[in-house]
């Protein structure tokens, strides 16, 4: 599976999850700013958000990335 490049990067975005995502700078970093607020006052949905984005970050940056190409 080859995942596309585009304004949002990937090293960055695991380094964000991986280091802050309890604050959601991951979610507004993709510009995802109603979940990004939900992270930041909830504690990254009481944890479970945050293994959520350790299961399916690439494939939410994949999503945002393709529909770049598309517009």
Do not use: P
Not at 9 to 20: E, G, H, N
Not at 51 to 61: E, K
């Amino acid at each position: 599976l080859r995942y596309h490049a585009g304004r949002i990067d990937y090293t960055l975005s695991w380094i964000f999850l991986s280091f802050l995502g309890i604050f959601g700078i991951h979610r507004f970093y993709m510009e995802k700013w109603i979940t990004g607020i939900i992270y930041l006052l909830t504690g990254g949905l009481f944890g479970f958000g945050i293994l959520y984005d350790f299961c399916t970050l690439n494939v939410q940056i994949d999503d945002i990335n393709r529909l770049e190409w598309v517009a």
